[in-house]
């Protein structure tokens, strides 16, 4: 090698060793700049004609662990879900309020009850009479302001998932511009790449991303399930049909009567429905629909089998069948007399060797029986209209129950179903839950809860343009004229009328409350669905409190783990990726040994060639 040859070659390195320390103090002053990756200097060997001709510098590049990164974005998806959970959840327990305080629905509900068993004690007491009145008003109260908050967090959360559809719109534009910058510098400009990996990060928060690099630097962006963002320099439009208010009636559907907003999203490809088809599955979005659609609705449910079940309990009365022979057939006979719509007759039977419950409900022109309308996931529910009288209804249940079955009206209120005569069938039970519309003459059970709407009407359970219970827990109210008469609560007859020390009343409405058992809906997602919870008014509070306070805490411990996750993703990439001050430094101390030792190299050049001239 001749000098001049390494006197090129410590030149080489004294300037890519100046180019490194450029690069150094780069990193050094975005050490707290957010999203910056750092960088390293691309070195090469130079040759010519097969020797050593130096070094250069061909470019920087950014430490980057795509590994890490990838894994990074799904679990800030992942972080985005369950904060949004944990956050709405509690605020969904408060509104119940924590088990054992003095706020919460179960203690409210107590109240009542040991109010109900003061006036048994003491059924003449006016006082004790208010004082019914003030814990059954707290106790509506209390059911109507948790109802109410909730349809206030599904409609804050229908009002963010429309903000983050705004943000996903302005984030893909950005990324798109972006991208097009990357594409045109064929990925070569570090803080390009960073800037756009800001962007999808930011993405990911808010919906599931996975990241498809291309050859010429640009990416391509896809959900978990397909659903493409970006590609080929065009974002995906998203589009969001904000209902504004909610109500316990407006529902996610994919038909005409959708009631909340849904997410449409349009690319190249056509124009796809994202929460019909299931195709965003992480992220802040994915956890408000989620709220919105299952959570709070649930929610909304049990608050209406609640208002429903202390409302009936209260005053519906069960009418016993008795048995009934015609010839050879057998069954029973129940009078129906006062029957509402929604009230519910229940038949038992044994056919062909199977027993069976049918659950005839009076639904009359103008309403339609939806699936599941009682608790029973095993009995058959057949939709009968009672407004053309006893004698139509009866025709239209023999035509329903079809062979092994007569079903007639006798006379009057009188609804007799006995079997065919022939053994394959046996008519086992039948009985009416019958709602008493009347504050007196009709026996000691008292709608003393009713349905607030206009006007306020006792709650039947009625199907007559949708379900009763729908949005009930919102509507309910202290039955107006009890509260004008108070007397009520322990008269139930006129003729002859009940003495005003009499306790039938008010022991029945405290035995109908703590001790009366009865099937709750599976559809409150307390229970099984083949197996529905049973038990009192009272225990199904208890538990509705109790579920609420579980499911804050799972949803709260679920977002403590996905934070100890995310903290170690970010720990691990910053690691990888991050700006280390002492590693830059050991870094620059190597620089600088290097860059003294290209400059001895061509101070013993000079003094070499210095030589070489004097002689």
């Known amino acids: 090698m001749s000098l001049g040859s390494a006197l090129n070659n410590a030149l080489s390195g004294l300037r890519t060793t100046q180019a490194q320390i450029q690069v150094i103090s780069n990193n050094v002053s975005n050490v707290d700049t957010p999203g910056y990756s750092r960088r390293q200097a691309i070195l090469k060997e130079t040759a010519i ?24 974005r799904t679990e800030t998806s992942g972080s985005g879900y369950t904060a949004i959970r944990a956050r709405i959840t509690d605020q969904l327990q408060a509104l119940y309020g924590k088990p054992g305080t003095a706020t919460a629905l179960t203690s409210v509900l107590d109240t009542f009850t040991q109010s109900l068993q003061n006036l048994a004690t003491d059924p003449a007491s006016s006082t004790a009479r208010a004082s019914v009145i003030s814990a059954a008003r707290s106790l509506a109260s209390g059911i109507v302001r948790a109802s109410s908050g909730v349809q206030d967090l599904r409609t804050q959360a229908e009002q963010s998932i429309g903000s983050a559809v705004t943000r996903v719109n302005e984030l893909l534009k950005g990324i798109a511009a972006s991208d097009r910058r990357v594409a045109e510098t064929l990925g070569r400009e570090p803080a390009l790449l960073d800037q756009r990996d800001a962007q999808i990060n930011e993405l990911a928060k808010l919906i599931d991303v996975r990241v498809q690099e291309n ?17 080929n320099g065009q974002p995906a439009t998203f589009s969001f049909d904000a209902r504004g208010t909610l109500s316990a009636g407006s529902l996610y559907s994919n038909g005409t009567d959708r009631g909340v907003g849904t997410i449409t999203v349009s690319s190249g490809a056509g124009t796809v429905d994202a929460i019909a088809q299931g195709l965003i599955r992480s992220g802040e979005i994915a956890g408000l629909v989620e709220l919105r659609d299952k959570t709070l609705v649930d929610a909304q449910k049990q608050l209406d089998e609640l208002a429903a079940s202390l409302s009936g309990a209260l005053s519906n009365r069960s009418q016993a069948g008795t048995a009934a022979t015609a010839g050879a057939f057998t069954g029973f006979d129940v009078d129906l007399a006062g029957l509402q719509p ?14 069976r419950t049918f659950s005839i409900i009076r639904v009359d022109a103008g309403g339609a029986l939806p699936p599941n309308a009682t608790p029973d996931p095993n009995d058959t529910e057949i939709a009968i209209p009672f407004g053309g009288g006893m004698a139509a209804a009866a025709a239209a249940l023999d035509a329903a129950l079809g062979a092994g079955f007569t079903v007639s009206n006798p006379a009057g209120n009188t609804l007799r179903v006995l079997n065919d005569g022939a053994a394959a069938t046996a008519v086992t039970g039948l009985s009416a839950s019958i709602t008493n519309t009347t504050l007196v003459g009709n026996g000691p059970e008292l709608p003393l809860f009713v349905d607030g709407g206009s006007p306020a009407t006792p709650f039947t359970g009625s199907f007559q343009n949708g379900s009763q219970k729908t949005g009930l827990a919102g509507r309910l109210i202290v039955n107006p004229g009890v509260v004008s008469d108070q007397s009520r609560l322990v008269v139930y007859s006129t003729s002859p009328l009940t003495p005003a020390g009499d306790s039938t009343r008010p022991a029945l409405l405290l035995e109908r409350l703590t001790q009366g058992v009865q099937s709750f809906s599976p559809g409150t997602g307390i229970g099984g669905t083949t197996s529905p919870f049973t038990g009192t008014v009272s225990a199904f509070a208890r538990r509705l409190v109790d579920t609420q306070a579980e499911t804050a805490a799972s949803a709260a411990r679920l977002d403590e783990g996905q934070k100890i996750v995310q903290a170690s993703i970010d720990a691990r990439y910053g690691e990888a990726s991050g700006v280390s001050v002492d590693q830059e430094l050991s870094q620059l101390v190597q620089i600088q040994n290097a860059y003294s030792a290209n400059a001895r190299i061509m101070s013993a050049v000079r003094d070499m060639l210095d030589v070489l001239l004097r002689i």
């Open 215 to 231: 050859n010429d630097g640009s990416v391509t962006l896809t959900t978990q399930a397909g659903l493409r963002l970006y590609g």
């Open 342 to 355: 929604g009230n519910v007759i229940t038949l038992t039977a044994t056919v062909g060797g199977t027993a």
């Open 49 to 72: 004609a097969g020797e050593g001709a130096g070094v250069r510098m061909e470019g920087v590049q950014r430490a980057l662990d795509e590994i890490l990164q990838r894994e990074l």
